[in-house]
């Protein structure tokens, strides 16, 4: 065998050179801080509470609805079609380095008549008469992997199918926190419009009482009118909130996949507890419990499956062409049976496609860069979000336990001019002063402890929680 052509040598030389030049692959900076700056939990939650987070506030209704949800919702039902989707595709990917072959057949059957000139008759044609001729043969072509081409792209559909698996837990802890969310959105909505009714009650009952002071001359008919206009006000606000109720009702129904029942079977307390602990953890954990992060760490290692193989384009293809095959033809005075096979191998080396395989090397590479970026900044997004809800989180648990405070002297406060208006110690306007700071007071209250309750679950999303961590896919299956 002669050796390479220093042509041929430089030819290669160079290739590897610009291959080498193009593809510039870095590691991902993932660096976080040591610890958050948002306050301590004063009694840290276990960690492993995470995995189902919705369990930590004791509500067996919540408990109830996230099963549904995750069990019958649309969302859900998507979310595992998609996974679906992605183990065929991976499983297709990988199937393009088996041998590949068809059995095809094939026959014919021809009818002859000379209507003009000489008929001719001699073994093997006849150009009068039937002939018959049937064929079948199964022809393989097999890529010889000697460079890792297979490697490459199990590498990259590894990736893909655990980006998959990760977009399905993602949706899933989405799904838990939507739930969770709306219903504490429906529990607000009701101690409002509990609040509504019963000031309702007051001014009903007030203004039964102006209206009987105002008859015996010992208060002006405009306290009574006055009172009326509150009390209009105070049924319009019950008419709204009850419209509200009614429609977060509904939506919770479709959320958990029960669109169609009525929303009498979705029953909402008005009332709601404090916000559960969170557990203590560290920024690092966020790169293992948040899928949002994993999924960019593994569209990072797929894009870097495909920049290998991209580089393993410009190597040598080798493939096997094996095949059998059976013939048999009939004529008049002549029939045959033919049965044949073949072993084959053929080579194909880029020359001219050099340029072409060149650009798709470099936009790979620029994929793959995007890829690197996308981890980065879905690491960052990851801490800032979890940083941001757990200091807003500790924020609206002393903005609660101040409300909760200012409630009681409020409350305290209306009581005792409402026991003096009606002795007539006390006139009508530090009633309705006293009235509408309690109720501005608590209707803050009840808002700061819904917040409170909603930034909870943002917060357990966001450090990560909402899906069974040991159902990851490992570093060892994206690769």
């Known amino acids: 065998m002669r050796p390479p052509s220093l042509a041929a040598r430089s030819m290669v030389g160079l290739v590897c050179l610009a291959v080498s030049a193009c593809a510039s692959t870095r590691a991902a900076d993932t660096q976080l801080p040591a610890a958050y700056e948002a306050p301590a939990p004063e009694n840290p939650a276990d960690p492993s509470m995470l995995d189902t987070w919705w369990t930590a506030f004791g509500d067996s209704e919540l408990n109830a609805l996230i099963d549904q949800a995750l069990a019958a919702s649309p969302d859900a039902r998507t979310a595992a079609a998609r996974l679906r989707e992605a183990r065929a595709t991976r499983a297709g990917a990988l199937t393009a380095f088996l041998p590949q072959g068809n059995v095809v057949g094939s026959g014919s059957k021809t009818e002859k008549k000379v209507i003009d000139g000489t008929a001719v008759s001699v073994p093997g044609f006849s150009s009068t008469g039937d002939s018959e001729a049937y064929a079948a043969s ?141 557990p203590a953890v560290v920024p690092g954990e966020l790169l293992a419990r948040r899928p949002d992060v994993r999924r960019a760490q593994a569209a990072l290692v797929s894009a870097l499956g495909r920049l290998d193989y991209a580089k393993l384009a410009f190597f040598p293809t080798f493939k096997l062409a094996p095949g059998v095959g059976l013939q048999k033809s009939e004529q008049p005075g002549y029939s045959a049976t033919i049965q044949n096979w073949t072993i084959g191998a053929n080579v194909s080396i880029p020359v001219l496609d050099i340029p072409r395989l060149l650009s798709e090397l470099k936009a790979q590479d620029a994929r793959t860069e995007q890829a690197a970026i996308a981890y980065e900044k879905a690491v960052q997004t990851a801490y800032g979000e979890a940083e941001n809800a757990l200091v807003q989180l500790a924020a609206d648990r002393r903005r609660v336990a101040l409300l909760d405070e200012g409630e009681a002297r409020a409350e305290r406060a209306y009581q005792a001019s409402h026991k003096g208006y009606v002795a007539g110690l006390v006139d009508l306007q530090t009633t309705l002063n006293n009235e509408q700071a309690w109720r501005s007071v608590r209707s803050q209250e009840t808002a700061a402890r819904v917040q409170a309750l909603r930034r909870a679950v943002q917060t357990y999303k966001a450090l990560g929680g909402g899906w069974p961590l040991a159902s990851a896919p490992t570093n060892k299956e994206a690769r």
């Open 138 to 278: 199964f022809d393989v072509s097999w890529e010889l992997d000697l460079f890792g081409r297979l490697w490459a792209t199990r590498r990259a559909a590894n990736a893909e199918m655990a980006a998959a698996r990760l977009d399905y837990e993602a949706a899933r802890a989405s799904l838990a926190a939507g739930v969770a969310d709306s219903y504490f959105q429906a529990r607000g909505l009701a101690i409002q419009l509990q609040d509504a009714r019963a000031t309702e009650r007051i001014q009903g009952e007030l203004y039964r009482i102006v209206s009987i002071r105002a008859e015996r001359g010992l208060a002006a008919s405009a306290d009574a009118d006055r009172v009326a206009g509150d009390l209009s006000q105070a049924r319009s606000n019950v008419a709204q909130l009850e419209a509200e109720l009614q429609a977060q009702r509904r939506n919770l129904l479709i959320l958990v996949g029960r669109a169609i029942e009525p929303t009498a079977n979705l029953p909402v307390d008005a009332s709601v507890g404090a916000p559960p602990e969170v």
